[in-house]
């Protein structure tokens, strides 16, 4: 088991249960039930906590821009917007070619698909959880406006 603090992360479920880490991995995801989730919901949703990649993304629904297009707004270096390209290609969300000198990219969308399919699943959630607030706002307004009336 991790010890608090430790940053140690374990990226694949498949990695040797020889390891406390690895047991602690194992046992924590089949109990919550995230061993059976693709392994590409952890890539997307990696590539998708960067701002600058989710710019990129938005980018790229114009149609596919090659390195130097996609680095036009940002103020960082050709080979730093490369880097952000290849988290984005490895996790699925784009695919990119060869074309003379140039590597377009474009976005390919059904990595983002699973994500939302899995995010879905708590929509139930949310909407339940923002009935029973309504709910509390409304007896809150109706005790203050019962206050009012009483004085």
Do not use: C
């Not at 046992?27 to 990129?56: C, H, K, N, W």
């Not at 790229?60 to 490369?82: D, H, K, R, Y």
């Not at 939302?116 to 005790?143: C, H, I, P, Y």
């Amino acid at each position: 088991m991790p010890a608090p603090g430790d940053r140690t992360i374990l990226t694949s479920p498949f990695e040797p249960l020889d390891n406390p880490y690895s047991i602690y991995y194992h046992s924590v995801m089949e109990q919550t039930g995230y061993a059976d989730l693709p392994e590409v919901l952890d890539a997307v949703f990696a590539a998708l906590a960067d701002p600058t990649r989710r710019a990129i993304l938005s980018r790229l629904t114009e149609g596919q821009a090659s390195v130097n297009e996609i680095a036009a707004p940002f103020e960082m270096s050709q080979p730093a917007v490369s880097k952000h390209l290849k988290v984005l290609e490895r996790a699925g969300l784009i695919e990119r070619d060869i074309d003379e000198q140039r590597r377009p990219a474009r976005l390919k969308a059904e990595p983002m698909a699973a994500a939302v399919d899995w995010l879905t699943e708590f929509k139930r959630f949310w909407g339940t959880s923002f009935d029973q607030l309504d709910d509390v706002l409304t007896n809150m307004k109706r005790a203050q406006a019962k206050e009012k009336d009483d004085e």
